[in-house]
């Protein structure tokens, strides 16, 4: 499986960011997507992911009620989108795949997860 990222950028607390990641390869639709992220100095953490048929999404406490992930899987691309940001969701942001469902995404290991797109930053400024 192959990830290609996009989206990003830098916006003032409240605003939004949207973030892209197409997939390519043959079994790329039995996959959860979803989306990691990591601070200066800080761990990748685990933000959201979704299930392959779109159906299950799992979301970090944290983002819950300002994030939203939805998938396209006629286009092999999942979407996040980003509202209410804050100056703590400063991060790179990283999309994931794993034969996983989205919640058990959420309790893996980064070092365990199978495939990451490229990294691409959301800068929030206060």
């Known amino acids: 499986v192959q990830l290609q990222a996009s989206g990003g950028g830098s916006v003032h607390a409240g605003g939004s960011v949207r973030l892209s990641c197409s997939a390519s390869g043959h079994t790329i639709q039995t996959y959860a997507l979803g989306w990691f992220r990591q601070s200066p100095g800080k761990e990748r953490e685990f933000v959201v992911a979704?299930?392959?048929?779109?159906?299950?999404?799992h979301y970090a406490d944290s983002v819950k009620g300002r994030f939203t992930i939805s998938r396209d899987n006629a286009r092999n691309t999942a979407h996040l989108q980003m509202d209410s940001l804050k100056p703590e969701d400063t991060a790179v942001y990283y999309c994931?795949?794993?034969?996983?469902?989205?919640?058990?995404?959420?309790?893996?290991?980064?070092?365990?997860?199978?495939?990451w797109g490229q990294g691409t930053l959301v800068t929030v400024s206060s």
């Open positions: 979704i299930d392959w048929g779109g159906a299950s999404s």
């Open positions: 994931a795949a794993d034969v996983l469902g989205a919640q058990a995404m959420s309790r893996t290991p980064p070092r365990a997860i199978k495939a």
